[in-house]
């Protein structure tokens, strides 16, 4: 067996980094909320970027079906913790990592897990743990990147000055604690990512309307598909690298939408522009509900 050493591990990263970069990525931290799909894609570009610290939070166990696009989902970790099976095969790529696990008891620990990383990273898909995150973020003073709900890649950076989500795109949450939220409010914040995807992206056409109509409504599992979780989740660590480098962002609060269908980025559209469509999007999506 071969002797790791970090220095042999991450030789080929020079050139994109520096040297002394590749020396600020082994310090630094990375909160990685959710090691799923988006998030487990995150965490296989920062270990291997050479991330040296990394929090791993998830709640959940690995599933048969999750093995069409979560990286870290294989025979081997079915049934297992997301976040122990994610630290096991990190480690396998890095032994020298320093890598904490927590699962349902993250939530008391929140203010220290976000004050001890450098940047957060949210892949959980849980309203109220979504919330909880921005919050406490806002509070220590830390950037959030995250990605919509959407059939195409997408990533959005959120700093601490920036207007959070729930702020952004009109949840009717504000004030209400995260553990407190009614099934009205959680459905009526999902309604509104969906309608903010669909204005400002062309989602509608990669994907089977029906079926999402469903996702919407409550009725089915959300449509994942490898290739644009990953990517989204591959784009979202990018991004947690140019936080820790001290790099500019390359996605502001309210973020863009990659489609590798037509090779092209969609931004956000102008507000004029936004306001003539969202009456049609909201009568689209009524339909989709039936």
Not at 26 to 41: H, P, Q
Not at 119 to 143: E, H, M, S
Not at 177 to 192: F, G, H, S
Not at 276 to 286: G, H, M
Request: net charge neutral.
């Amino acid at each position: 067996m071969t002797d790791f050493t970090y220095a042999e591990m991450t030789t080929r990263n020079l050139g994109f980094v520096t040297e002394a970069e590749q020396a600020r990525l082994r310090e630094s931290c990375v909160f990685v909320c959710g090691t799923g799909g988006m998030g487990g894609a995150a965490v296989m570009s920062l270990i291997r970027a050479g991330v040296g610290r990394l929090i791993l939070v998830d709640i959940d166990r690995f599933e048969v079906s999750n093995l069409n696009r979560q990286l870290f989902a294989t025979l081997k970790t079915i049934d297992a913790p997301k976040a122990e099976a994610t630290r096991d095969a990190c480690l396998s790529i890095n032994p020298e990592a320093r890598i904490e696990v927590l699962g349902p008891d993250w939530t008391g620990q929140v203010r220290r897990l976000v004050s001890e990383a450098g940047v957060v990273i949210n892949g959980c898909d849980d309203p109220g743990a979504t919330l909880l995150l921005y919050r406490t973020a806002r509070a220590a003073g830390k950037r959030v990147i995250d990605a919509y709900a959407a059939p195409l890649p997408s990533v959005y950076v959120t700093d601490a000055t920036d207007p959070m989500p729930e702020e952004r795109l009109g949840y009717p949450t504000i004030g209400t604690e995260w553990d407190k939220l009614t099934e009205d409010q959680v459905a009526a914040a999902a309604l509104a990512e969906a309608e903010h995807v669909l204005t400002h992206s062309s989602s509608r056409k990669h994907v089977d309307l029906a079926l999402a109509g469903e996702v919407v409504a409550g009725t089915r599992s959300r449509m994942s598909f490898a290739p644009m979780v990953i990517m989204a989740g591959t784009l979202m660590a990018g991004e947690a690298l140019n936080a820790v480098l001290g790099r500019p962002r390359g996605a502001e609060c309210r973020g863009w939408f990659l489609n590798p269908h037509r090779g092209k980025i969609e931004h956000p559209l102008p507000a004029p522009l936004a306001a003539l469509l969202r009456p049609l999007v909201r009568r689209e999506i009524r339909k989709l509900l039936g």
